[in-house]
């Protein structure tokens, strides 16, 4: 029997689960509202206090407690960043007032972290927010845009960084969007060959 390898996964009541499959802990942070180009089903994964704590430590993020209101900052951090990545992702432009608004939240965490070294610049940060705010920055500042890439699947809408060689990657995860893919494919298939 082939070994597949086993991916961490941090698992919901509802039934649903998250994955680290952005390439990227910005990108992790933008997957953690599930289904996105779907408002029937989207989902968000950061709901209370509790959840961001249980996610931070899941990335391996560890700071102390969380509250309320780091979890609406956290949230309204995540929802700038992917204003902005998320166009970069499919070919597009972001909008000029979202890059505006995006850059005003990552240079308030820049202005507050310390640096631990030089030539490349390492800064480390005191708290989760401004950590995941650190992460966008070094996204933007460090990665490939054209590696960034949103899901093929149309209702799944998670964003990762391509990391294979050939720049071949299209699903978020093979185990769920490309099997989900291949499964409706397959019957699509079935249902053509009985007509
Ligand atoms: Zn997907």
């Avoid at 959840?51 to 990335?59: G, K, Q, T």
């Avoid at 308030?108 to 631990?116: F, K, L, T």
């Avoid at 989760?128 to 920055?137: G, K, R, S």
């Avoid at 050939?166 to 995860?173: E, L, Y």
């Amino acid at each position: 029997m082939a070994t597949t390898e086993r991916k961490q996964v941090l698992r919901f009541a509802d039934g649903g689960w998250t994955e680290a499959i952005g390439g990227h802990l910005a990108l992790d942070l933008v997957n953690t509202v599930s289904w996105r180009p779907d408002p029937h089903r989207t989902v968000d994964r950061l709901s209370d206090a509790a959840a961001l704590a249980r996610w931070a430590d899941f990335v391996g993020l560890h700071h102390a407690a969380v509250t309320e209101r780091t979890v609406a900052e956290v949230r309204r951090l995540r929802e700038r960043v992917h204003r902005v990545v998320q166009p970069l992702a499919t070919g597009a432009e972001p909008a000029a007032a979202d890059v505006a608004a995006c850059r005003r939240l990552l240079l308030d965490a820049v202005g507050r972290a310390q640096v631990v070294s030089l030539m490349p610049v390492e800064l480390t940060a005191t708290s989760v927010y401004d950590e995941l705010a650190l992460a966008a920055w070094a996204l933007l500042e460090r990665e490939d845009a054209r590696r960034l890439r949103q899901c093929r699947a149309d209702d799944c809408g998670w964003l990762f960084l391509d990391r294979t060689k050939n720049a071949s990657r299209v699903w978020c995860s093979s185990a769920d969007c490309g099997n989900r893919d291949r499964a409706r494919r397959h019957y699509a298939r079935r249902t053509a060959e009985q007509q």
